[in-house]
C-alpha cells in the first residue's frame, strides 16, 4: 500500500559517499546498511532479526547497491544515501549528484591517501560548497598511515581537516579510536553485530600525550573557524562536548572545515562513530539555502524556492535508471512542496505537462511505494515520459526552471 512520508526535516540527511575507486565506498556503504538495518517500517525502529537473516542472505551472496539513492535510518534520522560514481570518466554524472546531495563523506585508503579521483570529486563539490566529512579507511592495512593521509588532505585537497579521531593500535593490531571531543576510547575487541557494540574506555596511557597534543590541535582549528570557540579558547575556558559538536556543525555546514574521522569498514571498525558524526555534523535540508532558478525562458529573473511543504512543488530529475521490474525509473529530488503519486505536473523544460506515476522510497532490499513525499525528500519515479537528466518538474501553476543542464543523459542499467 503506499503510504504518506512526512518527516521532520531536521532528522534527514542527503548524503553522497565519495572516495578515488579501491578506496573503500562500497564496503563502507554496505557497512553503514548493516548497522542501520535495512528492515524498517514506517512508524517501527529498526531493529529486529529479520534484518540480520537479510544481512546473512546478502553477505553469502555479496550485497549489490542497485539504487541511486537508497534510504536507511539511524537513530531517529533518516539517511539518504546518494550513489555519486568515483570513477572519473563520470565527471558529468558526479556533478549532477553533487547537486542533489546536501553533504558527503570522502572515503580515503588509509595506505594511498588522497588520491587523483578525489582530488577531481573534491574540486566539484568545492563548487558547490558540499559540506564535507572525511573518513580515513583501511587501518588495518600494512603501511596504513592516518596522520600522513591528513597531511595530504591539506597538501593535495588544500582543506582543513579537524582530526577527531586517532587510531590506536595499527595494521592487524587495529583496535579502535580515541575520541578527541569526548576525550575517551572507543575500541572493537570481538566480531562485531549490529548495534552500538563498541567498548568505551579510557584513552590508553601510551597515546595520553598524543591525544592531549591533538586535541589542543582540535580546539585551536575550531577557534580559528568559529567566534564562540575563539571567546572561550582565549579565556581558557573549557567547552562542554556539546559546545563542540555544535561548533564543529557549524564550522562543517559553513564549509570551513572538514571533520576526519578513521577505522576499517571492512573489519567493521568506526562506522558507528561515522553514522553518529553523519548525523550530527552533515546538514539537513533546511540548512541548505533556498534553491535558486529562474523564470521559464527567461534567466535574468530569479525565483527562489524554500524546502517546505506549503511552497509550489519544484524538483530536480538527477538520474535516469533501467529497473530490471520496473522499468525507467527517474530519481528526483524534492525542493520544495510536495511530490504526488499521479498528480500532473509541467516539465519546465521541455514544456510538456507529466503524469506522475507511481513513487517510490528505495531501501537497500526493497523499494515501498509512497502516496507523495515532501520537500527535501529524494525519491524514484515511475512513468514519466518526456524527463531527461537535469530537467526541472514543477508546479503548473508556478513554473520555475532549476537548472539549465546540457549533459546528454545516460540510461544506468541496473543489475
Ligand atoms: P570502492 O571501489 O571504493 O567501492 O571499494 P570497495 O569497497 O569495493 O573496496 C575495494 C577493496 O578494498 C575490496 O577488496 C574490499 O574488500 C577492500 N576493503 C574495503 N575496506 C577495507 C578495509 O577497511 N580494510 C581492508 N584491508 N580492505 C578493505
Redesign the pocket.
Known amino acids: 500500500m503506499a503510504v504518506d512520508i512526512t518527516t521532520d526535516l531536521t532528522k534527514v540527511r542527503n548524503i553522497g559517499i565519495m572516495?578515488h575507486?579501491?578506496?573503500?565506498?562500497?564496503?563502507?556503504t554496505e557497512r553503514i546498511l548493516f548497522y542501520t538495518g535495512i528492515n524498517y517500517k514506517i512508524g517501527d525502529t529498526h531493529e529486529g532479526s529479520a534484518t540480520m537473516d537479510w544481512m546473512e542472505q546478502e553477505q553469502e551472496r555479496g550485497i549489490t547497491i542497485t539504487s541511486a539513492a537508497t534510504t536507511c535510518w539511524w537513530k531517529d534520522h533518516q539517511i539518504n544515501i546518494i550513489d555519486t560514481p568515483?570513477h572519473v570518466d563520470f565527471t558529468a554524472e558526479v556533478e549532477r549528484s553533487l547537486r542533489v546531495l546536501d553533504g558527503a563523506v570522502a572515503?580515503f585508503d588509509g595506505v594511498a591517501g588522497v588520491e587523483p579521483q578525489t582530488m577531481t570529486v573534491w574540486r566539484q563539490a568545492n563548487k558547490y560548497a558540499v559540506p564535507r566529512m572525511c573518513f580515513v579507511?583501511?587501518?588495518?592495512?600494512t603501511g596504513a598511515d592516518f596522520l600522513r593521509c591528513v597531511d595530504m588532505m591539506v597538501e593535495r585537497l588544500n582543506s582543513t581537516p579537524l582530526v577527531l579521531q586517532l587510531p590506536i593500535g595499527a595494521e592487524a593490531d587495529f583496535l579502535g579510536v580515541v575520541d578527541l571531543v569526548g576525550m575517551r576510547a572507543l575500541t572493537w575487541r570481538g566480531e562485531t553485530k549490529m548495534g552500538e557494540d563498541y567498548e568505551v574506555e579510557e584513552i590508553p596511557a601510551e597515546l595520553a600525550e598524543q591525544a592531549a597534543e591533538y586535541r589542543e590541535k582540535l580546539l585551536e582549528t575550531l577557534a580559528e573557524a568559529d567566534d564562540a570557540v575563539m571567546e572561550k579558547y582565549l579565556e581558557g575556558e573549557e567547552l562542554s562536548v556539546e559546545e563542540l559538536e555544535a561548533a564543529i556543525r557549524r564550522a562543517t555546514l559553513a564549509d570551513k572545515l572538514n571533520p576526519v574521522l578513521c577505522g576499517?569498514?571492512?573489519?567493521n571498525k568506526g562506522v558507528q562513530p561515522l553514522l553518529d558524526a553523519v548525523v550530527k555534523f552533515l546538514p539537513s535540508p533546511l540548512d541548505i539555502d533556498a534553491i535558486i532558478g529562474h523564470k521559464v525562458g527567461d534567466e535574468e529573473t530569479e525565483i527562489s524556492r524554500k524546502p517546505a511543504d506549503d511552497e509550489p512543488f519544484s524538483g530536480l530529475a538527477y538520474k535516469i535508471a533501467s529497473d530490471p521490474h520496473l522499468g525507467k525509473l527517474i530519481y528526483v529530488r524534492v525542493y520544495s512542496g510536495k511530490l504526488e503519486a499521479g498528480a500532473t505536473v509541467l516539465n519546465s523544460v521541455s514544456g510538456k505537462k507529466e503524469r506522475i506515476g507511481k513513487v517510490y522510497q528505495m531501501h537497500a532490499n526493497k523499494r515501498e511505494e509512497i502516496a507523495s513525499v515532501g520537500a527535501g525528500q529524494i525519491v524514484a519515479v515511475m512513468g514519466l515520459k518526456d524527463t531527461k537528466t537535469g530537467h526541472t518538474l514543477c508546479d503548473q501553476q508556478n513554473p520555475v526552471v532549476l537548472e539549465s543542464m546540457t549533459f546528454p543523459a545516460p540510461v544506468i542499467e541496473v543489475a
Open positions: 572516495a575507486i579501491d578506496a573503500g565506498k562500497t564496503t563502507t568515483g572515503v579507511n583501511k587501518l588495518d592495512r576499517t569498514a571492512f573489519k
